[in-house]
């Protein structure tokens, strides 16, 4: 692309050339070739998806029809009755409710970063490296108390848009989901943006769509290694429009549904209603979304374009491209669109919506009970019995025909007596007479009832090994329908446990598959959140303030934060349909130590929210209201806390009055020491005067004698002084107490 004169951007594509060919037409064939091969690619798995959809939900009778006998009976079967046993409806029906029974609770936390530790920076002794170790954990303790501000306010937003969702919510959309994995072997839901019906408003959430819907690339052994994926889509022509943003009524032209051959097939059908759109209410416009790792599509074999280097170059290798049935230019970026836009602008026309590439996922999480090999389609849990059902439902039928014509009653009857026995047999009255003239001498010979060979007892014993051959393929244990296997009573809880131990390993592997595939949905829906969820947006869920810290939290922090320190999870169980008996008989066995232990608490404290959630959980296992329950703050009343306030100043005042007697008792103990020190003191001067007047004395005595009279002296003081301070200690004591109390 060039500039010219006036500073306008201009192709350097001549415009005549463009005109007359279609430089886009070339990625628009390819891309259709890839999805046709896709579709070949899938057939196999289409077959037994769409055998075990008929079993499910098709209509009665349509093993019979001659499409599906020639496809695989290899012949013409043609019984009276026509039984379809509904026991893909009864896989469904039991492990159904088993694997989601209300919406997962999601949770979010940061991952925690390294564990620092001293040797990390250098000598531990060294003041700077124990400064440097105080910043670096002060440094990582910051970001992780941001992080997890911003899981809180994603996790609440997780929790909330599941509710929001449109269709039922999420409940619905995943029901959608697993019922179809179940059936097919896969379920599919793509993460997407929505807004409500006249608001502005952006939310998440996670959609159902068929299966059916989903091409995937044919060189690819599963979806990990795959370089591009699509989906088909079919919407009215005006809709289309004012997605892409495309002229009005440009694609009316294009707007056809699918070819007459096809409909025409669909209406010589019994396996049921079409379960494609017809186009009775608007002209609708087929289309498929393709979600590339491979570029704009310029790399296809046998795609060639003059601006193949030029695309690369501002589209990159993850590409969106949109192609509708006929149209020859992609519906997100039109000849005339491509050529007027800069380079920034084409990379914009051609990004996928929403960057899942980022974290290597595509945009939708699929369901898959039992995966294959070198392929990325799954096996359908009803496959491995689709010959036992097939055979079963055909020998029951044939059964039924022949059950209902030995049953039937053939009555022989001489023609000369048949004016006189046949208005009594078909009258139907009870202990009717039959006039028959004397000519007829024995009865046996005049009337005579013919029986046909009964059902052999080896065609019932078939049909319960079949059926049991078949329940074990699929895994409908008679303990699901709360039987006992074979009829036979369990006679100890060892055999009991036993028997729920393997029944719950089918279910509970089932389970783990879901939960997986709820935390997949959860964590994609976390980066489309981030991705365009604004303050705005969420302002009614969190407030004015917390739309303020969504915006400067969530919606401004690093995509690669999100994508790598955040990851979204749900938790354990949460799905599943939850054992009310084993609930309440856990509660029941931990309530007896909680709740003694809880109420000390709330006591000593005043605080009942332990005990308060302690019953809340009691009364979830039971399937009670127990709100009238809850308790308030915990306190004594207003009586009792008087008379503790007076008790209180009684024991207060006996304390002072303690500590007054025992200050005089100190004082009195003082006084006499002091006494008898002074009588130390002048008894050893008297002996000093005396010894002096005697003078018979030698110095040396005189010097001892001047020595006790020093120590006396000493400790008299020493006595005081410690007086002194047990006084003041006793009076800021005292002094104390009174300004408290």
Not at 202 to 230: H, M, S
Not at 625 to 651: F, K, L, S, T, Y
Request: net charge negative; hydrophobic share 40%.
């Amino acid at each position: 692309r060039d500039r010219d004169v006036t500073g306008v951007q201009t192709c350097a594509l001549p415009i005549f050339l463009a005109e007359k060919y279609e430089f886009m037409r070339p990625i628009v064939e390819g891309w259709r070739a890839r999805a046709k091969e896709a579709e070949t690619a899938r057939a196999n798995y289409d077959a037994v998806a769409k055998q075990c959809t008929d079993f499910f939900c098709g209509a009665i009778g349509f093993m019979y029809e001659p499409e599906y006998q020639k496809k695989y009976m290899g012949g013409r079967v043609t019984p009276r009755f026509k039984i379809t046993m509904a026991k893909a409806f009864e896989l469904v029906a039991l492990f159904g409710p088993i694997l989601y029974w209300r919406n997962p609770q999601r949770m979010l936390r940061p991952i925690r970063g390294l564990e620092l530790s001293p040797e990390m920076f250098g000598d531990p002794n060294d003041p700077r490296v124990q400064q440097l170790m105080q910043q670096a954990v002060q440094q990582q303790a910051s970001d992780f108390a941001k992080d997890n501000a911003i899981c809180q306010l994603m996790q609440s937003y997780l929790n909330y848009s599941p509710l929001e969702q449109p269709g039922g919510g999420l409940a619905a959309h995943s029901e959608m989901a697993i019922t179809q994995a179940l059936v097919t072997g896969r379920g599919v839901q793509w993460v997407e943006t929505y807004s409500p019906p006249g608001s502005q408003q952006v939310l998440t959430g996670c959609f159902f769509d068929d299966q059916k819907n989903l091409l995937i690339d044919p060189d690819a052994t599963c979806l990990q290694d795959a370089l591009w994926v699509a989906r088909k889509r079919v919407e009215p022509y005006w809709q289309v429009e004012k997605k892409f943003k495309l002229p009005k009524d440009s694609l009316k032209r294009y707007a056809t549904m699918e070819g007459s051959n096809a409909q025409a097939e669909v209406r010589a059908s019994a396996f049921g209603r079409n379960d494609r759109a017809q186009g009775k209410t608007n002209d609708l416009l087929p289309y498929t979304e393709f979600y590339s790792k491979m570029g704009i599509g310029a790399r296809i074999k046998g795609v060639e374009t003059p601006l193949k280097d030029a695309f690369d170059q501002a589209v990159g290798e993850y590409a969106y491209i949109v192609i509708g049935e006929g149209v020859p230019f992609p519906l997100n970026g039109s000849t005339d669109a491509v050529l007027r836009a800069t380079d920034d602008e084409v990379g914009r026309m051609f990004r996928w919506p929403i960057p899942f590439w980022l974290d290597n996922m595509w945009p939708f999480a699929e369901l898959d009970f039992y995966r294959k090999w070198m392929e990325p389609y799954p096996i359908p849990p009803l496959a491995p019995g689709l010959g036992e059902l097939s055979y079963l439902n055909l020998f029951i039928s044939h059964l039924a025909g022949r059950v209902w014509s030995s049953s039937r009653d053939f009555i022989a009857v001489l023609e000369s007596a048949m004016k006189y026995v046949e208005p009594v047999l078909k009258g139907g009255e009870d202990m009717a007479i039959m006039k028959i003239p004397a000519v007829h001498q024995q009865m046996d010979k005049i009337i005579h009832f013919l029986q046909q060979p009964e059902v052999r007892r080896d065609a019932w014993e078939i049909v319960d090994r079949i059926t049991m051959q078949f329940e074990k393929r699929v895994g409908l244990n008679e303990l699901l329908y709360g039987m006992n296997p074979g009829g036979v009573q369990s006679r100890s809880a060892t055999d009991i446990e036993a028997k729920k131990d393997y029944l719950s390993v089918r279910p509970d592997y089932m389970a783990s598959k879901v939960e997986a595939h709820q935390t997949k949905l959860a964590d994609m829906e976390k980066f489309c959140a981030h991705w365009y969820v604004k303050g705005k947006d969420v302002i009614r869920r969190f407030g004015s303030v917390g739309a303020y810290l969504w915006d400067q939290l969530v919606a401004s922090e690093d995509p690669e934060t999100v994508v790598r320190n955040m990851r979204a999870t749900v938790e354990a169980g949460s799905v599943r349909k939850p054992n009310k008996e084993r609930e309440a008989q856990n509660m029941n066995s931990v309530l007896p130590v909680l709740f003694p232990e809880l109420s000390k608490h709330a006591d000593v404290t005043g605080d009942t929210s332990a005990i308060n959630a302690l019953i809340k959980h009691w009364g979830e296992a039971i399937d009670q209201n127990v709100d009238d329950m809850m308790m308030g703050h915990r306190g004594p009343d207003e009586q009792a806390q008087q008379m503790q306030q007076q008790m209180q100043q009684q024991m207060h005042e006996m304390e002072m009055q303690k500590q007054q007697l025992e200050m005089q008792r100190i004082g009195a103990e003082t006084q006499k020491l002091g006494a008898e020190a002074q009588a130390t003191v002048v008894d050893a001067q008297s002996k000093q005067v005396e010894m002096q007047s005697q003078g018979g004395q030698s110095q040396q005595q005189m010097m001892e004698m001047q020595m006790k009279a020093a120590e006396a002296q000493q400790r008299l003081q020493q006595q005081e002084a410690e007086s002194q301070i047990r006084e003041r200690q006793g009076q800021q004591k005292m002094d104390l107490e009174r300004e408290l109390g």
